[in-house]
């Protein structure tokens, strides 16, 4: 009836190249073989269950019966019951009795002694080998809707323990802004929204991004990626730079502008080690790396501090800070810098300043030192200097006066020629 081979090499590959467990395949298809015999057999509400061994190829079936108590079922004859309620608890609920289905608790222990309500006795069935075009057609999708259930079961579990990772794939197509990409056994998405603006991407190119979600839909399982999320540099700087991995150092904030700029807070737990230069790296190195593979994104790297105000002043830095004063009821952060340092300060757009909010969860004003200085009186002119302006003021009447005489003497001349 069955071709041995050929299943077990079936079943091998699907365990080999999909990760379904082996036993997941036999039970679908003991399962599609228990429907198939209903279908040409069977009984209308019998319960029909199989087993089939994958080595000598026999296939055996049997009927199931659930027993119950006369108290839990509608027998024949009996009054029907009125409608249910809500609040009516689901062990109250009666159920019609299908003897093909059912056997009452007196009946099924003159077969089994110790019987207990909810216990299912088996009794075998005539084994068949010939089934009908439907029940084989039946048997297949039961077969293959079995597999893909095993295999989201098995995908899930697989980029699962990955959710909060980077992982790698290979662009499969961009449509309507999206990013589809092949991740082999699932499909992975970048949405609009979650990819770095710069960035172009084109059919076959690599790609990595840090997977958020793993969501499961009627097509299938669907990874959910990101390129802009700020965990997306916490990681790849962690991928960089083995003190991190290790735990000596811990980066504690990241405020970023995909694709544009970045601050990290780091702190380090040795006090012998440096947490910006682990980042750093030797001339650069680690920073470099993680700034191209985010389209040279700007990273700023400052030193994390439990006092808010020298973290204030940390996270406006390549700015130098002359005052800094705290309102802690609204939270705000009013800081003074020179006037040459104010540009810097707040950053082209108030970049600066906002990626500094967001890192330090402050709200934070800019004020140039000059601002609060009060305006100095103009001094009274010297009489020296009165004779000075004097004399310009002179100058400059006599010299409008030539420039008068002249234009008068053109003018007379060109009328003189014109008679």
Partial sequence: MFDLKVINAVVAQLEEERGIPREKTLEAIAMSLATAYKKEYGKKGQIVRASFDNNSGAVEFWQVKIVVDRNQVIMEGDEEPEEIHKDTAVEDIKIRFNPEQHML????????????????????????????RIAAQTAKQIIIQKIREAEKVSVMG?????????????????????????????????????????????TGDRIRAYLYAVEESPKGIILKLSRSHPKFLAKLFETEAPEIAQGTVEIKTIAREAGSRSKVAVVSHDPHIDPIGSLVGQRGVRVGTVTSELSGEKIDIVEWNEDPALFIEEALSPAEV????????EHRAVVTVTE??????????????????????????????????????????????????????KKAETEEKKIEEKVEEKSEKTKEEKK
């Fill in 158 to 202: 697989e980029f699962g323990q990955k959710e909060g990772e980077i992982v790698a794939g290979t662009v499969e197509r961009v449509e309507r802004g999206m990013v589809y990409i092949d991740m082999g056994r699932a499909v992975g998405i970048i949405p609009y929204e979650e990819q770095i603006p710069s960035e172009r991407w084109k």
């Fill in 105 to 132: 608790i007196d009946d099924a222990r003159k077969i089994k002694k110790n019987a207990e309500i909810g216990d299912e006795l088996v009794f075998p069935l005539e084994s068949k080998a010939d089934f009908g």
């Fill in 322 to 329: 002359v005052s800094l004063e705290l309102d802690e009821k």
């Fill in 340 to 393: 040459d340092e104010q540009s810097l300060a707040i950053g082209k757009g108030g970049q600066n300043v906002r990626l500094a909010a967001k890192l330090t969860g402050w709200k934070i004003d800019i004020k140039s030192g000059n601002e609060d200085v009060d305006e100095e009186e103009p001094e009274e002119e010297t009489d020296e200097e009165k004779v000075v302006e004097e004399i310009k003021e």
